[in-house]
């Protein structure tokens, strides 16, 4: 089994940053790398790929919405994967989630691709 926990999440300003942080405990060995990323959801929306990477190497993955503004980082030695996010908007408002795969693992933005989930951490932008 792998848990991931999430924190850093929090209510800023538009134009404002913040860094999101995911634990991954568990069974996460795995020699080569796996994959891992984040998704968020807003209210009556689905949940969509923001940012997803293979920890082996330095393929990423961003929606075409946070290009330029987000990164995607991951600590090997501490387990940890990261998401700056700065110059963030209103629309950026969700559940953020932490995501990860260790089998046939895909950097992708779909979901379908991640087998274990965080429980979410909440971003607010205000306007």
């Known amino acids: 089994q792998v848990q991931l926990v999430e924190s850093g999440g929090g209510s800023v300003p538009a134009g404002g940053s913040l860094r999101l942080s995911c634990v991954a405990s568990g069974h996460t060995d795995s020699p080569y790398g796996y994959c891992t990323g984040w998704f968020r959801q807003a209210p009556g929306k689905e949940r969509e790929g923001v940012a997803s990477?293979?920890?082996?190497?330095?393929?990423?993955y961003y929606a075409d919405s946070v290009k330029g503004r987000f990164r995607i980082s991951h600590d090997n030695a501490r387990n940890t994967l990261y998401l700056q996010m700065d110059s963030l908007k209103p629309e950026d408002t969700a559940v953020y989630y932490c995501?990860?795969?260790?089998?046939?693992?895909?950097?992708?933005?779909?979901?379908?691709?991640?087998?274990?989930w965080g429980q979410g951490t909440q971003v607010t932008v205000s306007s």
């Open positions: 995501a990860a795969d260790f089998i046939a693992c895909r950097v992708s933005g779909d979901a379908s691709d991640f087998s274990y």
């Open positions: 990477m293979y920890t082996g190497d330095d393929n990423t």
